[in-house]
């Protein structure tokens, strides 16, 4: 079975400043990895996904996350953050067919 | 488009009531899921359906009926809600599971008093 821990619940940053929200999952076979962000009273939205080939994946808003299979990892950052990327992001994997398994979740908050 | 689109948004039972959230999307996906969003537990999978005619138990079905009613349309029934299930209902769509984005509905806030 896959499963998905995101080891941070909340991450306070300052406006402008780098951040990086964790994420490690567990599978014994190949896997799919997203990230979602789910703004205030909202459903989610894809950020970026990693299905193959280059292991640094770029998404939208300025999102990157790099996957590291020697360390299940598929860790998010971005080089400076906005007001606006105030959000709760999900980590999720998969190895197909129905079968998405999402993290707890990181809370993110820019401090202006 | 308007995407996946969920009705109710929000919604108050009293236990032992019954209601159905409605759900439908316009992107011709063929798999459906409904999945319910509890503080500090990420997202988990009740149902879903494969493809239109099929429906399948995700991690938390008890308590909880579904209907695929078209290819359109993904229903989730609570027959007798009890409070365990307040909580934020999802529903989402994809056009194929092996490695396509699902696409999320605005959610189905309920309360179970």
């Known amino acids: 079975a896959q499963s998905v821990t995101q080891l941070d619940s909340q991450v306070p940053v300052f406006e402008e400043a780098p951040v990086e929200l964790r994420c490690n999952y567990s599978s014994s076979v190949s896997v799919y990895l997203f990230w979602y962000v789910q703004y205030p009273n909202q459903g989610l939205q894809l950020l970026l996904k990693y299905l193959s080939g280059s292991t640094l994946v770029k998404g939208i808003n300025g999102f990157e996350a790099e996957f590291n299979k020697s360390q299940t990892s598929f860790h998010l950052r971005k080089p400076s953050v906005h007001i606006s990327d105030t959000a709760e992001y999900f980590c999720a994997v998969t190895t197909g067919a129905n079968n998405l398994f999402f993290g707890t979740g990181t809370r993110l908050t820019v401090i202006p | 488009n308007a995407g996946v689109t969920q009705t109710p948004k929000f919604q108050v039972l009293k236990t032992g009531q019954s209601m159905t959230l409605q759900c439908a999307q316009d992107?011709?996906?063929?798999?459906m899921y409904w999945y319910r969003q509890d503080p500090g537990m990420g997202l988990r999978l009740i149902y879903y359906s494969a493809s239109e005619g099929t429906t399948d138990k995700g991690e938390v079905p008890n308590g909880y009926n579904v209907s695929r009613l078209n290819k359109r349309e993904f229903s989730l029934r609570l027959e007798s809600a009890a409070p365990s299930q307040t909580s934020v209902y999802f529903c989402?769509?994809?056009?194929?599971?092996?490695?396509?984005?699902?696409?999320f509905g605005p959610g189905t806030r309920l309360t179970v008093l």
């Open positions: 989402a769509s994809v056009r194929a599971p092996l490695g396509d984005e699902q696409f």
């Open positions: 992107m011709n996906h063929n798999s």
